[in-house]
């Protein structure tokens, strides 16, 4: 069975952190994986990702210097560190996954073919 699970969310005050995890079953490769959010009122947006040509991880300019994506290979899991949260981070993050062939960036919401549940993410000031 394809799908992806995410967990990690939660209410945080500003200036915290949170690691949200991804785990990723049933596929034998992809092209891209990254997280993504949807604040209310707003289009879901990049935040990090990692794409296999170039083996390049990118992120939003605006959680440079704050976010860390991360990869382990041997779990199937992806991560996202988030320190030094603001209340504009609130939002419903998702992890997604591309598994054909890729000439987008990988930030770049469209294209990705599975997605995870979600998971909600509140920092408070």
């Known amino acids: 069975q394809l799908q992806l699970v995410e967990s990690g969310g939660g209410l945080v005050q500003s200036g915290g952190s949170l690691r949200l995890s991804c785990e990723f079953s049933g596929f034998t490769d992809y092209s891209a994986i990254g997280w993504f959010r949807q604040a209310p009122g707003k289009e879901r947006a990049g935040v990090s990702c990692?794409?296999?040509?170039?083996?390049?991880?990118n992120y939003a300019d605006s959680v440079k210097g704050r976010f860390t994506f991360s990869r382990d290979n041997a779990k199937n899991t992806v991560y996202l560190q988030m320190n030094t949260l603001k209340p504009e981070d609130t939002a419903v993050y998702y992890c997604?996954?591309?598994?054909?062939?890729?000439?987008?960036?990988?930030?770049?919401?469209?294209?990705?073919?599975?997605w995870g549940q979600g998971t909600q993410v509140t920092v408070s000031s």
């Open positions: 997604a996954l591309h598994s054909g062939i890729r000439s987008r960036r990988c930030l770049d919401s469209r294209d990705y073919n599975y």
């Open positions: 990692f794409a296999r040509r170039g083996s390049s991880t």
